[in-house]
């Protein structure tokens, strides 16, 4: 820990990284909790840190450090590589993991929706705050124990950070499997209702079915009964007259037994790492199949 980067000793570096790690998840789970309205253990990882916090502060105080003499430089500054920043963090994830983690699609002036204006102008104000605020509080923290306890502390919290961390990647892994195993189901069935011309575009299937994906998993087997109801009365009203019509329902009732039997049971099958990153991260579905939509637009 003796190594420096940027005439900085290493030790201090990660010291401060994981306290702005544990700010940044105070931060974003008191947030998101009550903007939820519910606890909520928000990050990648399922301890008490949010990394893109750490790695960003430092990052941006490394790069910065040399012009805190100039708020307007450090505002300026901010903007640029905090923005830098969260975009390639934003589009790595999403590469890797094949869904997004936050998206400002709907925000104006954004940008492939990885940042947009409105976040950008807040991390140069953040910068501000770094280098006037938080900083000299790390730094004080940091200071209040000795370097021989410090190392010690740093060595355990790094080891149980990084297993937490390859963990979390396990699971984020898994539930991109997951996610793509459940919209090909979905596929499946909107290829089958299809056949059936209950609807006529795929389009109005889909958004019918979409109730479907409620996040809840018993409010997910209520959809699907539902469904069933409404496309068996659907088939009912507009083939019940025909030869066939016996048959048709024979299947479209086998069909929506065997999709909502595979659908719930893939959606049961999460360890607790992966039922709390979905909880923290609710859209990740929706996130995914908007994946899968830009993937097959491009080819």
Same mark, same amino acid.
């Given at each position: ?61 490394? !790069?910065? +450090? ?6 307007? *430089? /450090? %505002?300026?500054?901010?903007? $640029?590589?905090?923005? @830098? ?63 021989? !306890?410090? +190392? ?6 790094? *080891? /149980? %950070?990084?297993?937490?961390? $390859?963990?979390?990647? @396990? ?74 019509? /016996? ?53």
């Amino acid at each position: 820990m003796d190594f420096k980067v940027a005439g900085i000793s290493l030790y201090y570096i990660i010291n401060w990284f994981f306290i702005y790690s544990f700010l940044g998840w105070v931060w974003e789970s008191c947030y998101v909790s009550v903007k939820s309205k519910k606890p909520v253990n928000r990050g990648f990882i399922n301890g008490p840190f949010c990394t893109i916090y750490g790695f960003g502060a430092v990052s941006v105080y490394l !790069i910065l +450090k040399d012009f805190d003499q100039n708020l307007l *430089v /450090l %505002y300026i500054g901010g903007v $640029v590589v905090a923005t @830098v920043l969260e975009y390639i963090t934003g589009w790595l994830m999403e590469t890797i993991f094949h869904t997004r983690w936050w998206d400002y699609s709907k925000k104006k002036c954004n940008l492939h929706g990885y940042i947009c204006l409105g976040s950008s102008l807040a991390w140069g104000v953040f910068t501000v705050l770094l280098f006037e605020v938080f900083h000299p509080f790390v730094e004080w923290l940091t200071n209040l124990y000795p370097v021989s !306890i410090g +190392k010690i502390a740093v060595s355990v919290v790094a *080891v /149980l %950070y990084s297993a937490d961390f $390859v963990t979390s990647a @396990v699971a984020a892994f898994a539930i991109s499997k997951k996610l793509a195993k459940l919209e090909d189901m979905m596929e499946e069935l909107t290829a089958y209702l299809q056949t059936t011309k209950l609807y006529e575009t795929k389009e109005e299937i889909s958004d019918r079915l979409e109730e479907i994906r409620a996040f809840n998993l018993a409010e997910a087997a209520e959809k699907i009964g539902t469904k069933k109801a409404e496309f068996s009365k659907l088939l009912e009203e507009r083939f019940s007259l025909s030869e066939n019509y /016996l048959e048709k329902k024979a299947e479209l009732e086998r069909r929506m037994d065997e999709f909502s039997e595979k659908y719930l049971s893939a959606r049961k099958k999460s360890n607790i790492v992966g039922k709390r990153m979905i909880h923290a991260y609710p859209g990740l579905r929706a996130e995914f199949r908007r994946y899968k939509e830009r993937k097959a637009k491009k080819h």
